[in-house]
Structures are given as C-alpha cells and as structure tokens.
C-alpha cells in the first residue's frame, strides 16, 4: 500500500510547493469576490495538503498548510512580505500592560493571601517572583490548566497589581484609546476581510454536523471513497475498556490501542481506521456493539476525509489566528468585532455566540483550541470583555444546560469561562444590574432540582452514580454565584438595590424549597430498612453555605438593603410556618406560678427535619441589626413588634431537642443516615450557617419573650415537663421500678437542656450577640481547641470555619494566644497555648464535640494540679451582651430556672432516693457560677442613678415558699460542700461560696465604696485550713505505707540473691566476658596491635555462646556444632556507582572477577543481628513458604516479602531478609599451621608463589589433554621441577560440621542468584567471586558513611552492623572449603596474575581498571586455597602481608598514574621529608617507563599529599577487613574522632609510616613489576588522553543537589514533556533523586517492557539507575517515593516543610515550602546504608494498603 502511494504523495507535494504565497495574495487582492476566491482556493487545497492516509503527519501537514494555505493570507494582510511588516505591527504596537498568560497543566500558579480579591486571582511564577507579593503570605498551587495569569489586572489585587515586568507598559496609559490607531486603513480593511473569511469558515466547519458531504461552497468536484473511522472521547469508559475495544475492532496490538487511547483522551478524538465506508463501517459496528452493554456505548462517526481535512485546517486556522494578535493590540480588537457582530439571522447568530451554543457538541481538541482564543481575545481586551460577559450572561441557562448533560469535565465546557468574568468585580455588579445575573443563576439552578414533595420542599431520589454526576454539575452554578457575590460592593446605586433584591428574593425561594427538607420520624420498635437519602440535601447545604454567609456581607453593607431583606426573610418564614401548624393542638403549661400557652407537639413522635435555612438566615440578618445598631436607629422601619417569639424558636428548638434525644440514644433505630446528619450539623463545615444559627435564633427569641414562659415550652420540648412541673415526680418515678433505658434517658435530656440554657446565655462571642469584634471569637475557638492538646497548623486551620476566601483569619491572632514548638527530625511543628489564656477556658464551650470536652477537662484539671491550684473550673468572665439582647441574662434568675437548679440540688442532697447523675449537678453548679460572675460585673459597671436588677444572690439565699419550705439553694450548696460523693465538685463548690460572699459584699456595700472582701473570706480560710490539714495527715499515712512495702521488697530480693548465689555468679562472668570483648582488655596495653604479618598480635580465643530467637536454646559457636545462622539480606547496589550507565548484557557469560573501580554495581549484605539455629530457621522459612501456597489458593495479594525470591521476615523485628550468614569462628586459626621456618621477604614469596602457580596450571593441562601415551607423561613429569615441599595432589580436609557447611553454601548460592541476578547453582565457578566481592563492597560502603558523618573507623558500631561484618568477613573466608579447591586456585592465579604477570594469563584488565580492595579481597581470601598444600613452612600470616603489601603499592602506582597535577603554588622550595623525596623518586621513575607520556614532575610536597589522600579509603577499608578477619582488638587511638590517624593505621597494618620504603626494600622485583604495569596499552592510551580513569579519592556519591524553594522544581516538572508522546505534558513527573532525571510515571506512554512485564518509567529507571532500588520525588504530589523491585514500594515523607515545620503530601494547603537539610540528609543517609528495601518492607507490614498498590506502574 506504501509504496503505491509514494510516487502519487510526491507529485502533489512538488505541485503544492511550487504554489506562490506572493501571487495568490497577489490575485486575491485583485478579486471583486473575495470570500469565493478563498474558498475556492481552500476548497481545492486543503483535502491534497490534510488526511491523506492512515497516519496523520503533523510536521509535514503544517509545513504545507503554511506554505500554501496561511503563507497567502499572511502577504494579504501585510501588504508586504510578512517577515518584514508582523515586525513593524510589532514595533507600532504599545506592549499591553496584562500578562494573560494561560497556564498548561501542572504550572505553578501563585496566589496572594493578602492583596487577592479573591482565591482566584492567581500570578505565574514569572510574574510572581517579580512582584511584591513574593514577601507576602502567599499560596502555591499547580494549575490543572486553562486558567490565565492575572498580573496587570488592578481589579484582582488590593494592591502590587503588576510586577516589575509589566509595570513598565504602564506608565503611558493616561484614557483607554483605541488600539486601531496604531494601523494604516488599508491594513485594518484586509484584515477586517480575511478575518472576517476565515474566522467563519473555521467556525461553520467546526460546527458542521453531516458525516459525508461538506458545505456547497467547498465541495470538490471528483470525491474520493477514503473514509476515516472517527472515535470520540467520553468521561465515561475507562482507559481499559477503549484498549480493549480497540482490539477487538480493528485488530490492532495492544501497543497501538493504547496508543490511539491515549490520542483520544488526548484531542477529544482519533481515526482508529482509514479505507473505503464499507471497511470504517464495520469497524464501528463492532465498536458500538462491544460498548453498547456499558452506560452508553463510545461515540464514533465514519467521516469523509475530506471533512476530516477541513475541520483539521479549521484547527489550525483558529491557533493561527491566536497568534497572528499577538503581534498587535489593534489585530485583536478588528478579531473581537468579527467575533462579536451580529450576523444576518438576527439573536445568537454571531461567531462567538455560534461557537459557544455547540460547545457541547465539539471534541475535546477543538473546545481548547477556540477556548484559548477567546481567553487571548475576547478576554484581554478590556472593552469586548463587558460585550463578551453580556453575551454569555444573556446565554447562561443554555450553556449551563449543555453543560449539565455533556459528558466532558468542566474544564472542557465553555460554561468554565464563567470564573474568568464572574470575579471581576466591575463586571458582576454590571450583568447583575443589567442582566439581572444573581436571578439567572438561581433560577437556572431551581430548574435542575425538580423534584418536589406536596409542601413544594425539594426531594432526593436515591444517590446513584447518575444522580451524583448530574448533581455535581448543577452544583457548579452554586460556585458561579459565589464568584458574583465574591466581592462586596463598597457603594451602592439604586439600580444594584433593586436588582440584588430581587436576587435576593429568588434565593429565599430556593431556601424555601430547602425548609424542612428530609423530615425525619423516629422508629419506634424495629429498626428502619432503608437509610433514606441524606446527602445530597446536605451537599447541597454545604456548597451554599458560603453563599448564605455572603448574601448576609452584602445586606450588611448597606441599611436599606438589610432592612427590605430582613423583611422579605421574615415574610417567608411566616409563609413556611402558615403551612405547618394547624392542627396541632393548643395546650396550657404552669410551673410556679407562670403559665404559657404552646402547641402540643413531641419530636419523639412528630416530623422533625434538621434543615431550616430561612430560619438560620433569619437569625443571621437579626444579628447584623444588632450589629450595625440598625435596630436601634431605625425602630419604626422594623417588624420587630409583629415578630412572635414563640413562632421564632419553634423550629430551631426542636433540631436541637432532635440532638439531645441521639445523644439519649432514642433514636438508634433510624441507622446511621442520622447519626451522619447530627454530626454534619456540628461540624465545622456546616455548623456556622446550622448549629451555631439555631443558638443565636434562640437567643433572639429569649430576649423577647419572658424568660420563664421560654423556659416551660423548653421544657415541654424536652419532654422534661412532667419531672420538673409535678413536685416529688423524680422520687415516684425512681420507686416506681421503671426502665432502666428510660431513667437514663431522663437523665442525658436533662444534662442536655442544661447544657443548652449555658450555651444561651455564656454564647455571646459572635459580633452582634456580644460587645465583641471577629478578632475575638477567633481567638476563643483557638483557645479552646488547644486546651484540647497542642495542636500542629493545619490541624487547627481544619478545625476553625473557612470564609469564602478559603481564610480562617487564625494567623492574625494566633501569636497572641500560642506559642510555637519547632519540629524535630520528624513530627511537625506545635503550637501550645499560652497559660495566661487557661482561664478564659470555658468547659461547656458549644463547639466541643463529646469527646473534646472530656479530654480538655482532663488536661486542664491536670494542668492545675501540676501548678498546686484548686481544681475548680470555674465560667470565664463573659463580655456584655449587645443591647437588643440584654434582656437574656435574665433566665438564670427566672423562677422557673430557680426551680430546675433547686430540684436537681434536692435531689443531689437527698442523693439515694433519686435518679440523678453528677454531670446533671456539674452543670447546674456552672450555671449558678454564671449567674454569680454576671451579677459581679453588674456590679462593677453600675453607675450612680441605675438599679441593678439582677438579684441573684438574694434570690439563692431564700428558702422555698410555704408549703414545702425546701431549704434555699445556698443552703443546700453548703449542705453538699461535706458531702464524700462528692469529692471532685468540691472545689467548684468552694469557689462559688467564695464569690457569693464577694457579691454580697458589693451588694452591702455602696456602689461607690470600695469593697471589703475580708469576712467571707477568713471564714473561708478557715475551713480551707482544716482541708489543708486533712489533706496532709492522708499523705503522711500514705508516705509511711509506702516506705513499709519498699523495705519489705528489698529484703524479699536479698533472700533470693542468697538462695541461687551460683546463678548470679554466672551472670557476673557472664557481663565480664561480654565487656572485655568491647575493651579489649585481654592486650596488654603498651604492646603495639598489628592486624597481620607473623607479628599479628595474638589474641587468646574467646568462647561465643549465643542465644536462638526462635526456641530460645543457648548455644556455645564451635566449628563443628549445629549451626547458627544471622537473618540477613543481600541486594544488588548502585550507591558507591561511578557510571551508572554500565549494564551487564549477558550475566549467564559475565565475569565478575575484577571489580572496575567505578563500582559501578556492587552487592551489598546487611543484616538485623538476630541469631537463629539453622534447622530452627529452616522449619520458620519452611512454614512461611506453606502459608503463602496456601494463600495463593485463597487470594492472591502480594505480601510485603516475595517467597518465591526466597525472602522472608526476621521472626524478632519483622525486618525484610532473603537469606542467612552462618556466624563462625575466626576461620584464619583453624586453618593456620605452625610456622617453624624462618618467612621469605616478598621478593622470595613471589618468586615461590610463581613456581607453585606454574606447576599448578602445568597439572591442569595434563588433565585436560587425553594421555595417549603413558610414556611420554612420566617424562613430562620429571621435567616440571615441583616446587620444594609443594604437593598439588593433597586435598585438605573440611573442619566444618555439615550442617554448617549448608548454610556456608546456601548463603553463599543466594549472594551469587542476587549479585548477578541468575538461576542458583551451587556449583558455579562465580559462587566464592560473588562472596568475596560482597564482603569488600559491604566493607567499602561502611567506611564510607564514617567517612561521610566523621566518624572514627573503629567507634562504636551499632551491634547489628559489627556482627554483620564480623559474619560476613568470616563467612568469605571459610567459603573456599564448600567450593572446588581447583577453582578457587584458579581464580587466584587469574587474580595474581593480574599484578604478577605470567605468559598463561593474556587477556587481563590494566592496573587502571581493578579496584584494588576487591582485588586485596579475593587474593587474601582466595590465598588458603594454594597454601594448603604448600608444606615449606610459609604462614597464612606471611602471605596476607606480602599480598597486602603488593596491592597496596600497585594502588599508589594507581593513584600516581590518575593524579591531577595542577600546580600548587604554595611551596616551590626544594623537597624536605623523606617521604616527598621517595615520592619525587617514584615518580621519576614512572615517567621513564611510561616513556615520558606522563604530565611533567609537580611538587613532591604536592604528590605526597594526594597519594595520603587518594590511599587513606584503601587502608581503612582493609583494617577493618584484617580486624574481622583475624579479631586482632583495634588499636585505642582510631577510636577517637578526628586527626586523620595515618600513622596509627601504618602501624595496625604493618606498613611503614614512610610507604614509599616498600619501593625501595624490594626494588628489584618492583621496578620490573611496575615496568610491565605501565607498558599495558590502556595505560598509554589513557596517558594520551583517549580514554577515562577513576581518580582517587573518589568522591562520595550524594542524592542530587534539591533547590531551596519548592515552587522551582514545581516549573522545572512543569517544563517536561513526556519524551514518548508527543510533547505532551506528563501528568505525574518525577524526579529521581539519585541522578536527578525526570521521569513520566503513572502513565500509559512511558511503560516500557521488563523481564517480560510491562512496567512504568519509574520501575523501568531503578533497574538502569539503582539496579532495582529508586528513591523519587513526585513532584506534582510532594511525596518521596521509595521503590524496590516490582512490587516493593512505600511512601515517605519529603524533605520539604512550610513555616509551621509540616509537610504538605499532595499540595493540597499550598503554604510555600523550602528544603530541611535535615530531613534530606535522613534520606541520604538511608540510601548510603542501603536501607530503603528495609524501610519499605516496615512501611508495608505497618500499613495493609501500601501493599494492594500497583507499584509496577508508578
């Protein structure tokens, strides 16, 4: 098919390039017929350049389209060639003075706390970091695209609206002039001609709906049968199901699927099939068919291609015009007009009218696309925005309706531009006087909610999916009218009066429909079926909440309106009332003397519903009355007279009675959709327009009606009349054996309405209520959340109301109250309340939630204890009331109120014949406190000629009236004081004595006298003396108790010791042993430690006994017991890498013999230190593997360890381990044989070593080649010299136990599958190379971490680290007994033939490329192998250190060769200790046999210095390597910090302190050694320059370098485009913290197959980058991301925190977050230790979900 078209595709390509730009424009300006001409023009181009075949060309389809469609537009419109006349647009233009720039998605958007008008009025980062706003409490979020930088626009900051950038263009602007006169006539006709064209062309064609043929004027004369399978974006299907789909449909991969899938979520659409209708037909039919059984099966159309084509170019065209204005304001505004100009069928018929009302209908791709022209448009011109806002204010139902029933996000709907116009001030008061918008919106919205009951109430059907879908749309004009109200206006005209009104009263209708919603009837014997519906009604409560609070902002600012709508509000409460209370019967209630009338109503029987807006509104309306002390300047204007108190609080009182009666537990059997609604009435999202509503709408109704007369309907409510209106009803009731449950119940109703008369009257901090200002209820609500407990940042901002500014106004006031912990390394910052604020506590504050309350009662009592104060919690002093709510304190004297405290202190007194409970006494004695401190603040504020009538205490000191004669309240109180149940209330009792005697004082004294406290209280004083007193006589007892027992245990103790001395002795010794092993007490400490050589210090064999964790047996470590094993873990590592880039192709072939020095992938071994048997962990690991088959049956859930890899967790600490070390003895004495002879010097050694190699590899090829004849063997024989002594044929014996030697090979098999990532075979030759290699790796990472933090090399190790060493060093020794004796020979003759050349060896790595500590490892290690049967008398010892010494001069030679030799200026004079002499000779003599390539001498001084430096590593890592080999203590003096301890590490490893003797006392083997080392090609060539070496010392690998601010790494990820698709921006960029790539994780285009698996880009980077282990960052979530493996992974927490020292996961409260070095360098410090598979394995048994999640795909 290709090829067939090639030649067709070529010739249409030379016809279209060899198009003129020039004379087309040329002849279009000659046409009398323009429109014709260009779309003939179009009509014969666009199908040959668009849509010619399967696969679209993007590249070349806009290189033709710019050549010959647009290139002819742009000469027409320049009159010129338009690379000389956009410049000169460009140069006339002024630049404009807004920023509108549109954001992609992930931008960093930045918004300022302070100067924004409101949350939506965002800057870009360039924008941002040159404003003033920068120094400002700001917040940072990430775009989620199509919103537009709002710099330069004075209307959205208070202040610094433009930053240094654009406040440069505004210094002309004096009036708005018209941009026009910046162009020449002639320019604005044709481009007001060929706008005009092409503007309408774009939009007839994009909104063109047949599927075959195209308008007349562009149809093609000769039509192609080449049709396109079109498939459609929905917000429906998933991903899963279009791939799937896609399969089945046009038999694609599954690659491509997801191709085309992520194209179609992409643009809105994508051609799945190209061919004649019949072949896209059927591929449609098969697609509709598969989808049709989901919700609605995936949109696709068979489209003609040449349609294709042209809505293509249409696409093109609208971008094209996007950024052709923006070279001139004037082309804009000509582009606006075109836009906006009526066309000829008259209402909705211009451009953009047409565009909008189909939004609907068009694909994802061509909504942005014309989207972002209006927003660069329409929306920056500030003249055609009003028209524009009109336009689309005059269409708002039908956008929202489109809206409403599209299947696009909102931010694919055009209805989203509501944001862009609705916040801008001056343009929502213009539509809501002129457009009447604020009633749109809400009669638009009451349209959507149909469904009504008979009273005309909204109802609910059940909460589907559908149903919430569709409600969440309808809930975004609720936000739209948010953005309307948004800002307050500060003057109003009579226009705006009128039409807010009448907004106002359609938003009482839509309250109205609200009142009394979801009634609800308790259940009374079983239990409710159904759970009715509750949460729409309450989602729509909370979406409106904000709205109500800022319908109430506006009515404040100006008394007119507030007093038309206070009516209006009324009017409709009395219509809701009208409907409810006929027929409830009228009945008559008295209790002492008062009567009332009310209605018979019971909420445990009747309707009672929780929604009540219209009330609430109501009650908020009469607090600003009081507030802006319009009540008091206009009285006559008021209803306040026709108001019925009892009508008022009817509602409000039974939604709260409806509470207490849950809390009572009477309604348990209404389920938990109740239970749900109480709590969403209290909580903090709702309870400012709910709860705290129906206390003030209380309050109000209480100081209006007589305080009595409330408190009876109360009462009633209640259901409590009977107890408190019939004398000696509570001691029937208790005698009369009721319900228990009922008893209870009285009890928690009872504590409950006492509860609510204390919030009536102590509730006074609202602004309106009380004399107070927003300030102070702010500070209150902080209080007494942090009573509760020190609380971090966001905990308190989540517990405070948010305004619609998303501001809880707490950073201005929480200085004042609390003062601010600093977090540590982890935890978060706290603020704890200052303790001059703990008495404003008040323990009945009405925000409290059950549990708080008891908690912050706890904590404060026990707050007073630790300052020795008296535990009473007395009520706060309380501001005054405001006047129109004076008259409330009232209630707490009312007769009726006397009468209720008086009862329940009765019964309290008489306390065994009542039912009664000490929370009911608790808040009644608060109540009496109340009324006690109000009558002393009457008081004190009472002037000369003012009575005070609150009369409480004379009120209290009277006894009851004549009948009964009870016995007065304070007598009682007194009475109550002694008694012993009482312990707890005493000193609240004391208190109120003692402030009734201070009032009674001021009562008897004259108001202007000072006041004389003193005879209450001596006789308080006394009686607190006598507590005093008594109190001290209980502790004394108590004391000596105390004392006797003590005595008693102590001699219990001294009986045992005596009884089982022997045990005791044991353990003593037992201590003492263990200790001396750590002080190393055994050497003598003036003798000098060496580590090795046959001077190695001796050290006498300690005995080992250890303990199994899992049966609990002691055992002693022999060679030959049982074994016993350590948990451990081995991983492959990339931490020391130099060159991560490296890759092991084939590691079935791959040699790991010599380690390069870029390490670049080690294995590293840790381990937790716990000690098991060996069979005791084999039957554990046994065990574990049985539970996982079995689970696999049952559920297939990945558990936090992978059996089948052979990993399980420590039985003790649960922590991850995937094999076990055997722990030994120092296996170099078990192997060491007397040394009698004198030892050869390392000239011999070699020598000898060379012999015993020779013959060895002679032998081997013997035996490989076939003896034909006998013969000729035995001569050959005779010819080979065997070396003295030397018998190749002995075969040692094995010391060890068998099971020990299982172990020996079972870790050393896992070392080698996991180092090298193979199957396991115990019998490969690699197996002792892999376990020697661990070992050095494991070694070279701990020195450098000690390294890293400063530490001294032998400090105290944590135990787990020194007993991993000590069993990974010995584990490597003994492993060459289980391996072949002929392969470990073999590897060390490779291994010394890499220093000692032989002619057998030829293809060995150059001295460059070895890392001599692996190298020193494997030699030493390997060296027993060969010695065994070597009988002449050579040590172990000597050959450690000959072997030692030679791999440390081959690495001074290393590092000689790779040294910089930049000149060091600071000392030129002549050489002047031994060492730089040695040195300089050393050098020289390099740089005769490198012949002269090396750089010239530098200073000895110099070289010295930088072989010290570059050698230090290598001898600390081989002291501790000779330290857990041979066990020889370390010295004290590397045990410090500090000095570099060069020497001391000379002596331990017996080298001299000069290293450069070692040349000159074996100079004649070492030159010729050195000489062969040097003439290596690699070593010429890297002198010449062709090639890299590693330098010493290397430098530390660091996790990347992390900016300080974290809105920099925000714009660098939201600068990466996904590398796969397109140019498309990644949705989860993250960053790998160990090489700093970005990645694109989480998505589709970056899977990438792995071992036969598809993964996602991060898992595929950590086996590149970590082998297997990945520390990321995600940056859109700010989260660090830990990956091992494919099914390993965890979340952690990031090193970045906001000003309170929290993190912010997720971004979600955007405070600006900087870097904590600390934090950073905890994760570091992870990754160095190699501890992130072990924090993961935590993370995962700690938390079940972590485990359920798709790592693989991240």
């Known amino acids: 098919m290709a ?36 779309y003939q023009h179009l009509a014969h181009y666009v199908p040959k350049i668009y849509c010619r075949g399967p696969n679209p060309f993007p590249q070349k389809e806009d290189m033709l389209a710019q050549h010959v469609l647009l290139g002819p537009m742009e000469w027409y419109l320049c009159g010129e060639d338009p690379a000389f006349g956009f410049p000169k647009l460009e140069q006339a233009n002024k630049p404009s003075h807004l920023c509108g720039r549109v954001f992609k998605v992930g931008e960093p958007t930045y918004s300022c706390r302070d100067c924004a008008v409101d949350p939506t009025c965002v800057l870009c980062m360039e924008c941002f970091l040159g404003s003033i706003h920068r120094d400002h409490r700001y917040r940072m979020t990430t775009s989620g695209g199509g919103g537009f930088c709002d710099c330069g626009d004075t209307e959205a900051w208070k202040e610094g609206p433009y930053c240094q ?114 072949y896209c037909e059927q591929a449609k039919s098969v697609i509709v068919r598969n989808t049709i059984r989901q919700t609605k099966p995936l949109k696709v159309q068979v489209m003609h291609s040449s349609i294709v084509a042209h809505q293509n170019f249409g696409l093109k065209l609208l971008s094209w015009l996007g950024s052709i204005i923006g070279y001139s304001d004037g082309l804009r505004r000509i582009l606006c007009q075109v836009g906006l100009q009526e066309g000829p069928d008259g209402e909705n018929s211009s451009l953009v009218d047409r565009l909008m009302l189909s939004d609907s209908k068009l694909w994802k791709g061509a909504r942005s696309v014309y989207h972002q022209l209006f927003m660069s448009s329409l929306l920056m011109d500030l003249k055609y925005k009003k028209l524009f806002a009109v336009r689309f204010a005059k269409n708002y ?123 609800i009837t308790r259940q009374v014997g079983q239990h409710i079926e159904m759970e009715p519906e509750w949460e729409a009604a309450f989602t729509l409560q909370m979406k409106l909440t904000h709205v109500i609070s800022m319908m109430q902002d506006w009515c404040a600012s100006d008394e007119k309106v507030l007093i038309e709508a206070y009516k ?20 008559t209630l008295s209790i002492c003397g008062h009567s009332v009338e009310t209605i018979r109503y019971c909420v445990s029987q009747e309707k009672v519903s929780i929604h009540l807006p219209v009330s609430r509104l109501l009650a908020g309306l009469h607090v600003l009355l009081s507030k802006s002390e319009v009540a008091y300047k206009f009285p006559e204007l008021l209803p306040l007279s026709e108001l019925s108190p009892p009508m008022l609080i009817e509602h409000p009182l039974r939604c709260l009675v409806l509470c207490a009666q849950v809390h009572a537990g009477m309604w348990r059997r209404n389920g938990f959709s109740l239970v749900n609604q109480i709590y969403y009435y209290h909580n903090v999202k709702c309870r400012r327009e709910m709860f705290d509503k129906d206390v003030v709408m209380l309050q109000t109704g209480v100081s209006m009606m007589d305080p009595n007369h409330f408190l009876m309907i109360m009462l009633s409510r209640f259901e409590l009349y009977q107890i408190f209106s019939t004398p000696d009803y509570g001691k029937r009731f208790s005698s009369e054996i009721t319900h228990k449950d009922v008893v209870q119940q009285n009890n928690t109703l009872i504590e409950e309405m006492l509860y609510l008369i204390i919030m009536l009257v102590g509730e006074r901090f609202s602004p309106g209520v009380g004399q107070v200002n927003a300030t102070d209820e702010i500070k209150r609500e902080i209080i007494h959340q942090l009573s ?120 309290a007194v008489e306390h065994n014949g009542y039912a009664w409970s000490e929370s009911m006494l608790q808040r009644v004695l608060h109540l009496i406190g109340m009324a006690l401190q109000e009558e002393k603040q009457h008081l004190e504020n009472v002037t000369e000629e003012h009575v005070v009538t609150f009369t409480f205490t004379q009120k209290i000191s009277k006894p009851g009236e004549a009948p009964k004669n009870s016995p007065s309240i304070l007598a009682m109180l007194e009475t109550l004081q002694n008694a012993p149940y009482l312990e707890v209330h005493k000193d609240m009792i004391r208190w109120i004595l003692k402030t009734f005697n201070a009032v009674k004082k001021m009562r008897e004294s004259s108001p202007t006298s000072p006041v004389a406290e003193t005879e209450g209280t001596i006789m308080e004083e006394s009686s607190r003396d006598k507590d005093k007193a008594e109190r001290k006589r209980k502790a004394e007892i108590a004391r000596l108790r105390r004392e006797k027992i003590m005595a008693q245990m102590s001699e219990m103790q001294r009986h045992f010791i005596d009884e089982n001395k022997e045990l005791f002795q044991q353990t003593l010794e037992l201590d003492a042993s263990t200790s001396a092993v750590l002080d190393n007490s055994p050497v003598a400490s003036d003798m000098t430690l060496t580590a090795l050589g ?88 046994d065990s574990v593997q049985a539970k996982e088959q079995r689970r696999q049956q ?123 990532k193979v199957h396991p075979n115990e019998e490969d030759p690699r197996v002792p190379i892999m376990c020697w290699g661990s070992c050095a790796y494991t070694i070279q990472s701990i020195e450098r971490i000690l390294s890293d933090e400063d530490k001294p090399l032998f400090g105290p190790l944590p135990c787990r680290l020194d007993d991993c060493l000590r069993s990974l060093t010995r584990f490597a020794a003994a492993h060459w007994t289980v391996a072949s004796l002929s392969v470990v020979q073999g590897h060390f003759c490779k291994l010394f033939a890499s220093l000692v050349p032989n002619d057998s060896h030829e293809e060995l790595p150059c001295i460059l490329d070895i890392d001599m500590f692996h190298l020193l490892v494997g030699l030493v290690l390997a060296f027993p192998a060969l010695q065994c049967q070597d009988f002449s008398g050579i040590s172990l010892g000597t050959g450690d250190l000959h072997i030692f010494h030679l791999v440390t001069m081959a690495h001074i030679i290393q590092i000689l060769l790779t040294s910089c030799t930049e000149e060091n200026g600071m000392d030129q004079e002549n050489p002047t200790c031994e060492e730089e002499s040695a040195v300089l000779a050393l050098y020289k003599t390099l740089h005769q046999y490198t012949g002269s390539a090396l750089k010239e001498i530098p200073s000895g001084w110099h070289l010295w210095r930088s072989v010290r430096a570059g050698i230090m590593p290598f001898l600390k890592c081989s002291a501790l390597f000779f330290h857990y080999l041979n066990g020889v203590p370390s010295p004290p003096d590397i045990q410090v910090p500090g000095t570099s301890h060069f020497e001391h590490l000379c002596n331990y490893l017996s080298l001299p302190n000069n290293l450069f003797c070692l040349f000159q006392e074996n100079s004649e083997i070492m030159n010729s050694l050195i000489e062969s080392w040097c003439h290596n090609s690699e070593v010429k060539r890297y002198l010449e320059g062709e090639r890299d070496a590693i330098r010493y010392p290397r430098e530390s690998n660091k996790l990347i370098n992390l900016p300080e601010d974290y809105s920099s790494l925000i714009n660098q990820a939201s600068n990466f485009s996904c590398p796969k698709s397109g140019g498309d921006k990644s949705r989860a960029p993250t960053l790998c913290l160990v090489c700093g790539s970005l990645l694109c994780s989480q998505s589709y285009c970056c899977q990438t197959e792995l071992e036969g698996e598809d993964v996602g880009a991060c898992t595929a980077h950590t086996y590149s980058c970590g082998s297997g282990v990945g520390i990321f960052l995600r940056v859109r979530e700010c989260q660090v991301l830990f990956l091992a493996g494919k099914t390993k992974g965890c979340f952690y927490s990031p090193p970045y925190l906001d000003d309170y020292g929290e993190t912010d996961q997720g971004l979600r409260r955007g405070n600006p977050l900087h870097l904590c070095k600390e934090r950073f360098k905890k994760i570091q410090k992870l990754w160095h230790q190699h501890s992130v598979t072990e924090e993961i394995g935590h993370a995962q048994e700690a938390n079940q979900t972590l485990v359920g999640i798709d790592w693989q795909h991240l």
Request: with cysteine; net charge negative; proline share 5%.
């Open 1094 to 1181: 046959p001077t190695q210090t001796q050290v006498p064999e300690q005995r080992q006994f250890v303990t199994c964790i899992l049966c609990q047996e002691e055992q002693e470590v022999k060679v030959e017991s049982r074994a016993m094993v350590l948990a451990a873990f081995v991983q492959r590592s990339t931490v020391l890498s130099k060159n991560r880039s490296k890759f092991i192709q084939d590691p079935e072939k791959y040699d790991p013999l010599f380690m390069h020095p870029d390490l670049s992938c080690g294995t590293h071994t840790s381990s937790c230190g716990h000690i098991m048997h060996a069979h005791c962990w084999q039957r554990y690991f």
């Open 397 to 519: 139902e039908r956008l929202q309706s489109d809206y409403v029933t599209d299947d696009h996000d909102r931010e694919f709907s055009v209805a989203d531009l509501s944001v862009q116009i609705f916040t801008v001030p001056s343009l929502a008061r213009m539509l809501i006087t002129e457009e009447n918008l604020m009633s749109i919106i809400i009669k638009t919205f009451m349209d959507h909610l149909r469904h009504r009951d008979a009273q005309g109430r909204f109802q609910f059907e059940r909460y589907t999916a559908l149903q919430a879908f569709k409600f969440r749309r309808v809930q975004s004009l609720i936000l739209d009218l948010k953005y309307v109200l948004i800002s307050k206006p500060t003057e109003w005209s009579d226009e705006l009066r009128q039409k807010f009104l009448e907004g106002f009263d359609a938003f009482l209708e839509l309250l109205k429909c609200m009142q009394g919603m979801d009634p």
């Open 568 to 587: 209006k509000c009324l009017a409709v409460l009395m219509q809701c009332h009208g409907g409810y209370t006929d027929g409830e019967q009228p009945i």
């Open 165 to 278: 950038k654009h406040e440069l263009n505004t210094s002309e602007i004096e009036e708005e002039e018209d941009p026009l006169v910046h162009l020449s006539e002639d320019v604005i006709a044709r481009t007001y001609n060929i706008f005009a064209i092409m503007f309408r062309y774009a939009v007839e064609i994009l909104t063109w709906e047949k599927e075959s043929e195209l308008p007349a004027d562009l149809e093609m004369v000769e039509k192609s049968d080449t049709y396109y399978c079109m498939l459609f974006n929905d917000e429906v299907h998933t991903y899963e199901q279009v791939i799937y789909t896609l399969q089945k449909a046009v038999n694609c991969t599954q690659k491509e699927a997801i191709g085309f899938a992520t194209t179609v979520d992409r643009d809105g659409r994508r051609s799945v099939r190209y061919g004649d209708f019949q």
């Open 788 to 907: 509760i407990k020190p609380m971090a940042h966001s905990e308190l901002v989540k517990s405070l109301p948010e305004d619609e500014n998303k501001e809880t106004g707490m950073e201005s006031v929480i200085e004042a109250v609390a003062h601010f912990k600093k977090p540590g390394l982890t935890g978060r910052g706290m603020y704890e309340l200052k303790p001059e604020c703990a008495k404003e506590f008040n323990l009945y504050f009405y925000h409290f939630s059950r549990a708080e309350q008891s908690k912050a009662e706890e904590a404060q009592r026990k707050l007073k204890r630790q300052n020795r104060e008296d535990t009473a919690l007395p009520p706060p002093v309380l501001p005054p009331f405001c006047p129109l709510f004076a008259s409330l304190v009232n209630i707490l004297q009312s007769d009726v109120m006397l009468c209720i405290m008086g009862t329940i202190l009765q019964w």
């Open 3 to 38: 090829s067939e078209l090639e030649p067709e595709v070529q010739a249409i390509d030379r016809s279209l390039l060899e198009c003129s730009a020039e004379e087309i424009a040329g002849k279009w300006l000659q046409a009398t017929d323009l429109t014709r001409e260009v």
């Open 1194 to 1316: 049952r559920l297939r859930l990945h558990t936090s360890y992978d059996v089948e890899n052979g990993e399980f967790l420590c039985p003790l600490c649960e922590c991850l381990s995937n094999t076990v070390i055997p722990l030994l003895l120092p296996p170099r004495n078990i192997f060491n044989k007397l040394n009698f002879s004198d030892q050869p010097n390392l000239t011999q050694w070699i020598r000898t070593i060379s012999q015993q190699i020779k013959a060895l590899q002679f032998l081997r090829k013997e035996e490989s080649t076939p003896n034909n004849a006998s013969t000729k063997n035995s001569e050959n024989v005779d010819e080979l010299q065997l070396p003295e002594r030397f018998r190749p044929d002995f075969r040692p014996k094995n010391p060890y136990s068998e099971s020990i030697k299982e172990m020996l090979t079972t870790f050393g098999t896992a070392t080698y599958k996991v180092g090298l």
